[in-house]
């Protein structure tokens, strides 16, 4: 981004919060937006599973470029709705929700070998492998550059990582095999009528095209 657009968009935030009526407007839009966005995630959809409170999801959030961010949770309901709003969720703070392309959701436990592998694993380590495999893999531009506490941000090296999650994951490569088929169908989906899949959520903020 050159300086122009940056000036320029620090110039359309004052405009909108110029005056304390236009302020509250201006939070009001904000939080409606997301709000509207988290019960987009997470409401019922025929046909697809239940994002419930206990339900061990996969996500990420593209922008027009490509995927920015991935994340998992064992509580599908909860953070899905507060990715968007930010109270306990940065991405937010950063690139804000109006601006996503698409934000995908994978219920992996409802995909083949998916019961077994939590069954054998556990949920939570099967969710931080599942999350370690498609962050080296994909490499996505927030998961790939940690920020110290001078505002700088560090290169992460996945392939290199020692983590738990990357020393058990090739205990579930059949499962990552799955996964990673239904994650080339959101990366590559313009519209929600490409993924059939009951385990898969594709969310595009700011219209009406959601599956």
Known sequence: MDDDAHAEWVRALRLQTD????????????TSFAVSLGNQLTETVSGK??????????????????VLYVGQTLNGRRRLRDLPIGESHHLSNT?????????????WQMLPGGQEAADGMGAALVGKCLEYLLQRDRNPLVNAAARNRVGDFMPVDHASSRSVAALRSGEIADLYSELRTRWDQ???????????DPAVRIVFPGSERSN
């Open 95 to 107: 690139f804000p929700p109006e601006i996503w392309a698409k934000v995908g959701v994978v219920a």
């Open 49 to 66: 599973v239940e994002i419930s409170s206990s339900q061990p999801v996969v996500y990420g959030v593209w922008l027009s470029w490509g």
């Open 19 to 30: 005056t304390r009526d236009d302020a509250q407007t201006w939070r009001q839009k904000r």
């Open 186 to 196: 959101i990366d590559a989906a313009a519209d929600p009528t490409q993924s059939p």
